[in-house]
């Protein structure tokens, strides 16, 4: 069977073959590199058109006359109509489907000179091509080592890449220690859950040890670092998305209020739509809230309430581990239902009947549910807030911070896999590649 496309013909595979369509994707497989060489020449040709201002064979004198920004080597000319083209030198460049062999323009002046043009869509000495970049960098962000990555390039490329040029692949990304989505008027998230994911990164102390074969070496020590991040909620419509993400020292007042100004200054505000601000609870945040988010709601997660109370339950030495789970149990579901009820007025009376029956057993416990409940309700007030606009917010999404603890796990197991970053480049380049899945 001969197939032509454009002036190659495909041919060599019989028509009643067993396996006719793998052998057709086998033939696919092989001609892609040429298409894709035959592409790249041929935009490299067209941006030297451009840069000339002249198509081949096109005499010199019948062009304007005017400078660029590439100047000659040897008389320092920066005149086009000096210029001329010079042939071409192959290289070979790495795609996605194989090594392919390009041809890249060369041009002189008159005198002789040569004349360095920068090309855009391939770079001097660039090895990989850009989709093998976006590859890399994709396959390390989801969770994929780089030994992993190198076997399947590898094979795809039919050569050996080094696991430090793959490093080089995703470095670039970790040049930005934070991320964050800028908003206009109305198209804020009503409802923003925030919180922080911690990580190891080693930090050099300063001192200087000899290694085993008596090299200087900079003497390094872990230390945890939290990645704080911002999650947008359209409850009208259930659009959840992660919106930005910063790199801090701590969850202290300082970090959290650098991070909430950064959301401020982005266009995060009350006049662009956003409500609530939903939270764990902890120090740091409330302090920087209370100095630039005032105006807003908190809601207090419940998810981290119950877990604060179901630490503070007392029992005997004498009630064995299954008794004691099965007794948490039932008192975290009984106080569950404290925020299922119908409308705010109604979770008080279940809560003050919830505390009248166990103060007397659990004092700690309780005091830990009365800390700051009122902040546990307001999610209440958001849902009268849409019920008024003819809208329903689902409560799920507003009482606790749950779906973002979700959306960390996958940024747990890429750190867990790590076990620890060797530079702050390193760790942010991770986070950005996991921030950009989720936003």
Known sequence: MIVPVGNIVLQGIRADAPDFARQVLGCITERIP??????VNGYLDAEVTEFLGREHY????????????????????????????????????????????????????????????????????????????????IASARGQSYRQIKAELDERLRSSVGLQT???????????????????????????????????????????????????????????????????????????????????????????????????????????????????GGLGFEAAYQNIYWSVWRQRCVFHKLKNVARDLKFSSETDRAARKEFSTSFLRSATQIWQAENKTQAVRLYNTFCAAWLEQQPKAIKTLQRDFEATLTFYDALEYAEARGQ??????????????????????????????????????????????FS
């Open 34 to 39: 040429g298409f894709i060489a035959q592409i």
């Open 58 to 137: 096109q005499r010199r004198r019948h062009v304007k006359s005017k400078e660029t920004g590439t100047r000659c080597s040897k008389c320092h000319s920066q005149e086009r109509q000096k210029f001329r083209r010079d042939g071409h030198y192959r290289r070979n460049l790495a795609t996605c489907y194989g090594q392919i062999q390009v041809g890249v323009p060369q041009i002189e002046c008159e005198c002789g000179g040569k004349v360095r043009y920068a090309f855009k869509t391939i770079s001097t000495r660039q090895r990989f091509w850009i989709d093998v970049q976006t590859f890399v960098q």
């Open 166 to 280: 793959l490093n080089r692949q995703v470095l670039p990304l970790g040049s930005e220690t934070s991320g964050c989505q800028v908003w206009e008027k109305g198209f804020a998230p009503p409802v923003v859950r925030v919180d922080g994911i911690w990580l190891t990164i080693l930090f050099e102390t300063g001192k200087v040890e000899r290694d085993q074969s008596g090299r200087l070496r900079p003497v390094k020590r872990g230390k945890r670092i939290p990645i704080l991040a911002a999650q947008g909620v359209w409850p009208a419509t259930g659009e959840t998305r992660l919106i930005a993400w910063m790199r801090a020292d701590g969850e202290d007042e300082k970090s959290w209020q650098t991070f909430l100004e950064m959301l401020w200054d982005a266009g995060l505000t009350p006049e662009n739509g956003l409500k609530m601000l939903v939270s764990d």
């Open 392 to 437: 329903r917010w689902p409560a799920h999404l507003l009482r606790t911070t749950s779906p973002l603890e979700r959306m960390f796990r996958e940024f747990r197991r890429r750190f867990r896999q790590a076990v620890l970053f060797y530079s702050t480049t390193g760790a942010q380049a991770a986070a950005a590649q996991l921030a950009s899945r």
